[in-house]
C-alpha cells in the first residue's frame, strides 16, 4: 500500500472521494508523521483530535451518499497566527502565550466548512516578522533539507575526502547504488511562515496555510521546494488573523504543486464583512480553469530585479525559466519597474509603521502576558509587560514604527513611503499595459543557514529584495519551485499577476512547474 | 543617520517598551543603521505624488446600524491575566 503522507491534497480528496482508502487512514498517517518530527520544531501545537473528527466526518459522508466537500479528509496545518476557537494562539511570541481565542479566523473556518482537518498549528516568525524563523519565542524551526556536500560512489576517492573534511555530515544511501554526504548544519526554512514550509516540504502536511506580508509565503515555499501563493490584497478575509502589517497582510496557501494550492486557496478565499478591505467578489474555480498553454500571454521580464551579487545560478534558473514559459506559448518582454530598489526602503517604513499600530493592543490588560512589578502604575505596567512579552525583532520594528510615526518624522518617513507606494503600484499598472504575468526569482539566494544573518538585520531584511515590491501593490504572486542549486538546495521562481489574475499566476506557474519537473524532496533524518 | 541613546529611548517610552541602558546602547547603533537605509526614500521625487490609500479601488462599505453582537461579557473576560466582578483589572490609576 502507498504511503499516504506522500499524497498532495488533489490526491487525497480524489482518493477519499473514490474510496481508495479512508480519511481516517490518510489522518492517521498523517499524525504520526506530525508525532515523529519534534527536532524539526514545525508545530507549536498538535491537534491529532481534530484531524480525526474531520476525516471521520469525510468517511461518513462518503458512507451516507453524500456529496463531499472540496477538501474533505483533507489534514492541513495551520500557522499560529490563525485565531483557532479553543486552540491555543500565539503568534510565536511570550506575550501571547497561554491565549485560547474563543473565536474561529474567517481563514480556518472557511476551510473547516470545506471538510479539511487540522494537524497542528504552526511556528513562525514571531508575530509574522522575519524571513528565516529564528524570532519565534518557541525556538527555531530547522529545515528538512540538508546542504549536499558530495554525491557519487562510495568508492570514489574523492567521497573518501570529502567525508574526511566533513566530519559534521551524514552518509545517505540511494536506491540507485550511489550515496549522498549531508552536512548536519541546520538550514532556514525561511520565513515568516517556516513551519509551514517545513511541515508541506517534511511530508508531515499535504498543505498549510501561511500569511504574507512581504514574502512570508513566498520565501519560504522557495526556500523548501514547494509553491505557494499570496492571493490579491482582499481576496482572504483577515478577521481572526493577528494582524501585522493590516495594508499588505494576506493568507494563502503552501502546498507542494499548483493545482493543490489552487484548491486550497478556493477554500481560504471569500468576502467576509468582516474585514473591511475584503473584495465583495466571488471565487473563481481556479483549479478547473488550470491550463498550462500560455499561447497568446505575453510574460513581462522586468530588468531592475537583476541585483548586484545574486548568485549565478539563480540568473541561470531565472533564464532557463524564460525559456519554459517560451516554450508554453508565451511571448517574452523586457518590462520596466523603476522603482524596485525603493520598495524595500518603503516596506521597512510602512510594515514597522502598521506594527507599532496594531501591537498596541498587547499591555497585559485583556488578554496574555501581564508583568506587574511590585509597586508598579498602570504605565509601567504596560512598558514591563511589552518588554518582558516580545522578542527583539519585534520591538525593533515597534521601535521604528514608533519613530517614523513620531511628530516632526511623520511627513518626512510615513508619508513619503506612502507616495513611494503609489509610483512602484503605478510601475506594475504600466507594465500589465505591455505583459499578463511577470517573471522573476523568488528569492536572491538559497537557504542559508541558521544563525548565518541574525546578527544584521539589514541583511536579513534584504531576502525580501524580490517579494516586496508584489506586496506593497496588492499583486497576487506565487513561488514555484524551479530546481537545485549546486549544493543540492531548492530555488523558487516567482510569478507576479494583475489585480484579482490569481488564475493568470496560477496558470504560468503550471506551466513552470511542467517543464522543471521538481521532484527533489528532503532525505529523511529527523 | 545616526541615533544617540536619549533617543532611543524616548522612543521607547513612546512605545511603552521598557529598556535598560544596555538595550539603548545596542539599539542607538542598530536603529541607527536601518533608519540611514530607510533615508535613501528621499531621494526618489514624489512632487504631485498622492500617497497610497488603498492598493485595490474598494468602496468601504456601510451596514445597517443595529447591533449584531455581543451579550458574551464572560467570553471576552477569559483570557484576562487578571478580572475582577465582570471587569479587567488594572493597578491604582488615581491616587
Same mark, same amino acid.
Given at each position: 500500500m502507498t504511503d499516504l503522507t506522500t499524497l498532495g491534497i488533489a490526491a487525497i480528496?480524489?482518493?477519499?472521494?473514490?474510496?481508495?482508502?479512508?480519511?481516517?487512514?490518510?489522518?492517521?498517517?498523517?499524525?504520526?508523521?506530525?508525532?515523529?518530527?519534534?527536532?524539526?520544531?514545525?508545530?507549536?501545537?498538535?491537534?491529532?483530535?481534530h484531524a480525526l473528527a474531520a476525516a471521520d466526518a469525510a468517511d461518513a459522508a462518503r458512507a451516507a451518499g453524500e456529496t463531499l466537500k472540496p477538501l474533505a479528509g483533507v489534514p492541513i496545518g495551520m500557522k499560529d497566527l490563525f485565531a483557532?476557537?479553543?486552540?491555543?494562539?500565539?503568534?510565536?511570541s511570550?506575550?501571547?502565550?497561554?491565549?485560547?481565542?474563543?473565536?474561529?479566523?474567517?481563514?480556518?473556518?472557511?476551510?473547516?466548512?470545506?471538510?479539511?482537518?487540522?494537524?497542528?498549528k504552526l511556528n513562525l516568525d514571531q508575530f509574522a516578522m522575519g524571513s528565516s524563523n529564528e524570532t519565534s519565542a518557541f525556538g527555531n524551526v530547522v529545515s528538512p533539507w540538508r546542504t549536499k556536500v558530495f554525491h557519487g560512489r562510495k568508492s570514489d576517492a574523492i567521497y573518501v575526502k570529502m567525508a574526511a573534511e566533513n566530519p559534521e555530515s551524514d552518509t545517505v544511501y540511494n536506491d540507485d547504488g550511489t550515496v549522498s554526504l549531508f552536512d548536519r548544519k541546520a538550514l532556514a526554512p525561511g520565513?515568516?511562515?517556516?513551519?509551514?514550509?517545513?511541515?508541506?516540504?517534511?511530508?508531515?502536511?499535504?498543505?498549510?496555510?501561511?500569511?504574507?506580508?512581504?514574502?512570508?509565503?513566498?520565501?519560504?515555499?522557495?526556500?523548501?521546494?514547494?509553491?505557494?501563493?499570496?492571493?490579491?490584497?482582499?481576496?482572504?478575509?483577515?478577521?481572526?488573523?493577528?494582524?501585522?502589517?493590516?495594508?499588505?497582510?494576506?493568507?494563502?496557501?503552501?502546498?507542494?504543486?499548483?493545482?493543490?494550492?489552487?484548491?486550497?486557496?478556493?477554500?481560504?478565499?471569500?468576502?467576509?464583512a468582516k474585514d473591511a478591505t475584503s473584495l465583495k467578489l466571488d471565487v473563481p474555480n481556479w483549479e478547473a480553469a488550470l491550463s498550462?498553454?500560455?499561447?497568446?500571454?505575453?510574460?513581462?521580464?522586468?530588468?531592475?530585479?537583476?541585483?548586484?551579487?545574486?548568485?549565478?545560478?539563480?540568473?541561470?534558473?531565472?533564464?532557463?525559466?524564460? @525559456?519554459? /514559459?517560451?516554450?508554453?506559448? +508565451?511571448?517574452? *518582454?523586457?518590462?520596466? &519597474?523603476?522603482?524596485?530598489?525603493?520598495? #524595500?526602503?518603503?516596506?521597512?517604513?510602512?510594515?514597522?509603521a502598521e506594527a507599532s499600530s496594531n501591537l498596541a493592543r498587547y499591555d497585559g490588560v485583556r488578554y496574555g502576558l501581564r508583568d506587574l512589578p511590585e509597586g508598579a502604575g498602570l504605565q509601567d505596567m504596560y512598558a514591563a509587560t511589552r518588554a518582558a512579552g516580545f522578542g527583539n525583532e519585534v520591538k525593533r520594528r515597534i521601535l521604528i514604527g514608533t519613530y517614523v510615526l513620531s511628530a516632526g518624522f511623520y511627513d518626512a518617513y510615513y508619508t513619503q513611503a506612502q507616495k513611494v507606494r503609489t509610483l512602484i503600484a503605478r510601475?506594475?499598472?504600466?507594465?500589465?499595459?505591455?505583459?499578463?504575468?511577470?517573471?522573476?526569482?523568488?528569492?536572491?539566494?538559497?537557504?542559508?543557514?541558521?544563525?548565518?544573518?541574525?546578527?544584521?538585520?539589514?541583511?536579513?531584511?534584504?531576502?525580501?529584495?524580490?517579494?516586496?515590491? @508584489?506586496? /506593497?501593490?496588492?499583486?497576487? +504572486?506565487?513561488? *514555484?519551485?524551479?530546481? &537545485?542549486?549546486?549544493?543540492?538546495?531548492? #530555488?523558487?521562481?516567482?510569478?507576479?499577476?494583475?489585480?484579482?489574475?490569481?488564475?493568470?499566476?496560477?496558470?504560468?506557474?503550471?506551466?513552470?512547474?511542467?517543464?522543471?519537473?521538481?521532484?527533489?524532496r528532503p532525505q529523511a533524518w529527523w | 543617520m545616526s541615533v544617540d541613546t536619549a533617543t532611543v529611548k524616548k522612543i521607547a517610552s513612546l512605545a511603552r517598551i521598557a529598556i535598560t541602558e544596555e538595550d539603548a546602547t545596542r539599539l542607538a547603533p542598530e536603529l541607527g543603521n536601518i533608519l540611514?537605509?530607510?533615508?535613501?526614500?528621499?531621494?526618489?521625487?514624489?512632487?504631485?505624488?498622492?500617497?497610497?490609500?488603498?492598493?485595490?479601488?474598494?468602496?468601504?462599505?456601510?451596514?445597517?446600524?443595529?447591533?449584531?453582537?455581543?451579550?458574551?461579557?464572560?467570553?471576552?473576560?477569559?483570557?484576562?491575566?487578571?478580572?475582577?466582578?465582570?471587569f479587567f483589572t488594572v493597578p491604582k490609576v488615581i491616587e
Open positions: 480528496r480524489d482518493g477519499v472521494r473514490d474510496g481508495q482508502f479512508k480519511a481516517r487512514e490518510v489522518a492517521e498517517a498523517f499524525n504520526a508523521k506530525v508525532a515523529a518530527a519534534d527536532q524539526l520544531n514545525a508545530f507549536l501545537v498538535k491537534t491529532p483530535d483557532t476557537k479553543g486552540v491555543a494562539t500565539t503568534a510565536a511570550k506575550i501571547l502565550e497561554g491565549f485560547v481565542p474563543p473565536y474561529e479566523s474567517t481563514v480556518s473556518q472557511n476551510l473547516w466548512n470545506a471538510g479539511a482537518g487540522m494537524l497542528g520565513g515568516s511562515s517556516g513551519g509551514s514550509s517545513t511541515a508541506v516540504s517534511a511530508g508531515l502536511a499535504p498543505g498549510a496555510t501561511g500569511t504574507d506580508t512581504g514574502g512570508s509565503i513566498r520565501q519560504p515555499a522557495a526556500f523548501t521546494g514547494i509553491s505557494g501563493i499570496k492571493p490579491t490584497y482582499g481576496r482572504c478575509s483577515r478577521w481572526g488573523t493577528i494582524a501585522f502589517a493590516s495594508s499588505l497582510d494576506q493568507a494563502g496557501p503552501m502546498a507542494r504543486d499548483v493545482r493543490d494550492c489552487a484548491i486550497m486557496l478556493e477554500a481560504m478565499a471569500g468576502f467576509d498550462a498553454d500560455l499561447k497568446g500571454k505575453k510574460v513581462g521580464v522586468p530588468k531592475e530585479y537583476r541585483v548586484d551579487g545574486m548568485p549565478v545560478e539563480i540568473e541561470a534558473l531565472w533564464q532557463q525559466g524564460i @525559456a519554459w /514559459l517560451r516554450d508554453a506559448g +508565451a511571448e517574452i *518582454v523586457e518590462v520596466s &519597474l523603476p522603482h524596485t530598489k525603493y520598495a #524595500l526602503p518603503a516596506y521597512y517604513i510602512i510594515a514597522p510601475d506594475f499598472e504600466r507594465a500589465f499595459g505591455q505583459c499578463d504575468v511577470l517573471l522573476t526569482p523568488t528569492a536572491p539566494s538559497a537557504a542559508f543557514a541558521l544563525g548565518e544573518k541574525q546578527a544584521d538585520p539589514l541583511a536579513m531584511y534584504l531576502n525580501d529584495v524580490f517579494t516586496v515590491p @508584489a506586496s /506593497l501593490a496588492g499583486l497576487p +504572486a506565487m513561488s *514555484v519551485p524551479g530546481g &537545485l542549486d549546486k549544493d543540492g538546495l531548492p #530555488l523558487g521562481l516567482q510569478i507576479i499577476g494583475k489585480p484579482l489574475d490569481e488564475q493568470g499566476v496560477l496558470n504560468a506557474s503550471l506551466a513552470i512547474e511542467q517543464r522543471a519537473g521538481f521532484t527533489a | 540611514g537605509w530607510i533615508e535613501q526614500l528621499g531621494e526618489v521625487d514624489t512632487q504631485g505624488v498622492e500617497p497610497m490609500t488603498a492598493v485595490i479601488p474598494n468602496q468601504l462599505r456601510l451596514r445597517e446600524d443595529v447591533v449584531n453582537d455581543g451579550g458574551i461579557r464572560d467570553l471576552l473576560m477569559q483570557n484576562a491575566p487578571q478580572a475582577e466582578h465582570g
